[in-house]
């Protein structure tokens, strides 16, 4: 069959119809070149009905037929499973798609598009539903059909524009040459709503085909229901669930009376994953023994919460965390809080003591007191520190002086009657 002999509308459906069925192989790095031979051995068939209903149309098929009959075989797995999906296909086997019959292969396709993209509601018309959707969003340009109405090309900028505003300044942006209307209607579609052109502006304007016009704006409506459900899922994605959301850390398992401690509440949504964002309102509540503990609870941004507190008393305390007045997931948490015990590691020297023994001439331990003993302790910053002498009355003198000026050198020197004691002055490090 010639192009000189296929009628117009022949050939805008196997354009369009080629085009749309492409947008679906790609998926599976897949193309049909000419749809009236690229479907005659069932692969790509195969391909497209799987990735438009994510089902499988035969668990074992021809993955390399050579023969006619292995061919036909894979068609005839296509049209059972359409069959089975509820669809009445009437005089068509796989011999007719094997055969190249280009106006059963068209409609075909025109039977799947019906089924999964324009998606005709058990009582209504394909044409009617849509037609009606047209209206309601360009009433003013009074659409009653998908052929000669949209030939000037300004109803499809006219639709662009009310699905997604902002696109056109109309009727501003309307030309006076209808394929130059229908080109910037198709192309902004497909630049800003990542609509695909498988329509020719071309053919919308001189050969306006009522399957290829249909299927081509159905895309429309698909975009506002796709961004219905984006918002939708966006919203769920944002949206935490009291019994999804979790708390963990330190400050639910392991406490010690009077030391800070932490723990995390993360808020997860419907799905189980944590929300990407902050701005929920969960309460904590958290008792002790002696009534309740204050606390302190940042947002992280990012759909984490830390909440910090300190309690001040041993023994058992309940942790409660809400949303909404629901518990989150385990929630209230029970735990026993430890009392507060000396740690080596943080403790530290902040006195030092030492005995001066005094003793006569000879060397000779004196056993009596009342020797005038003195002790001057300078710190490496250049501050004194505080000491102080007690008399023992046994010939001792017990010395202490303070490291209140922290780590660092500490020269003591100690004087008994007016003259250095042996020994001194020494130098302490403080570390």
């Known amino acids: ?131 009606a959707w047209v209206r309601s969003k360009i009433p003013e340009y009074n659409i009653n059909n998908f052929t000669s109405d949209w030939a000037d090309g300004k109803a499809i900028m006219a639709l662009a524009e009310a699905v997604e505003p902002g696109q056109f300044n109309l009727p501003a942006d309307f030309s006076t040459d209808a ?11 497909k630049n800003k709503m990542s609509i695909p052109d498988i329509l020719d502006p071309e053919d919308m304007v001189h050969h306006p085909d009522e399957l290829a016009n249909m299927t081509y704006i159905s895309y429309f409506r698909d975009y506002l229901d796709v961004l219905r459900r984006r918002n ?6 944002r949206t935490p669930v009291p019994a999804n959301c979790i708390a963990y850390g330190p400050g639910l398992e392991n406490v010690t009376a009077q030391e800070d401690t932490s723990f995390t509440i993360e808020a997860k949504n419907v ?44 023994g058992p305390h309940v942790i409660e965390v809400k949303l909404k007045d629901q518990h989150i997931k385990d929630s209230p948490f029970n735990l026993n809080v430890h009392p507060s015990l000396p740690w080596a590691a943080t403790s530290g020297i902040k006195e030092v003591s030492f005995v001066v023994q005094s003793r006569d001439r000879l060397g000779k331990d004196k056993t009596s007191g009342g020797a005038k003993v003195e002790c001057s302790v300078a710190h490496e910053s250049g501050k004194s520190a505080e000491s102080h002498v007690t008399d023992n009355g046994n010939g001792t003198y017990g010395v202490t002086y303070s490291l209140a000026h922290g780590s660092g050198k500490y020269v003591v020197s100690v004087v008994l009657n007016g003259n250095d004691v042996g020994g001194t002055p020494f130098v302490q490090n403080i570390s």
């Open 1 to 131: 069959m010639t192009t000189e002999q296929t009628p117009n509308w022949v050939n805008v459906q196997k354009k369009t119809f080629t085009r749309w069925v492409n947008t679906y192989l790609a998926e599976r790095m897949m193309k049909c070149n000419d749809l009236q031979w690229d479907l005659g051995d069932g692969l790509n068939l195969i391909a497209l009905l799987e990735v438009i209903s994510s089902k499988t149309v035969a668990t074992k098929y021809n993955k390399n037929p050579k023969m006619t009959m292995q061919k036909v075989e894979n068609l005839n797995f296509c049209i059972n499973f359409l069959t089975n999906e509820g669809i009445k296909l009437v005089n068509i086997d796989g011999t007719d798609i094997a055969d190249g019959n280009l106006k059963i292969i068209l409609g075909l396709i025109w039977t799947i598009i019906l089924r999964y993209q324009i998606q005709v509601s058990a009582d209504g018309s394909a044409k009617a539903e849509l037609l």
């Open 179 to 189: 394929v130059t209307n229908a080109k910037n209607g198709i192309n902004s579609a």
């Open 232 to 237: 939708e899922e966006l919203a769920l994605e």
């Open 271 to 314: 799905h189980g994953r944590r929300v990407p964002v902050g701005g929920h309102s969960f309460d904590v509540n958290i008792q002790s023994p002696n009534g309740q503990v204050p606390y302190k609870m940042n947002d992280n941004g990012d759909g984490t919460y830390t909440v910090l507190y300190n309690t001040p008393v041993m």
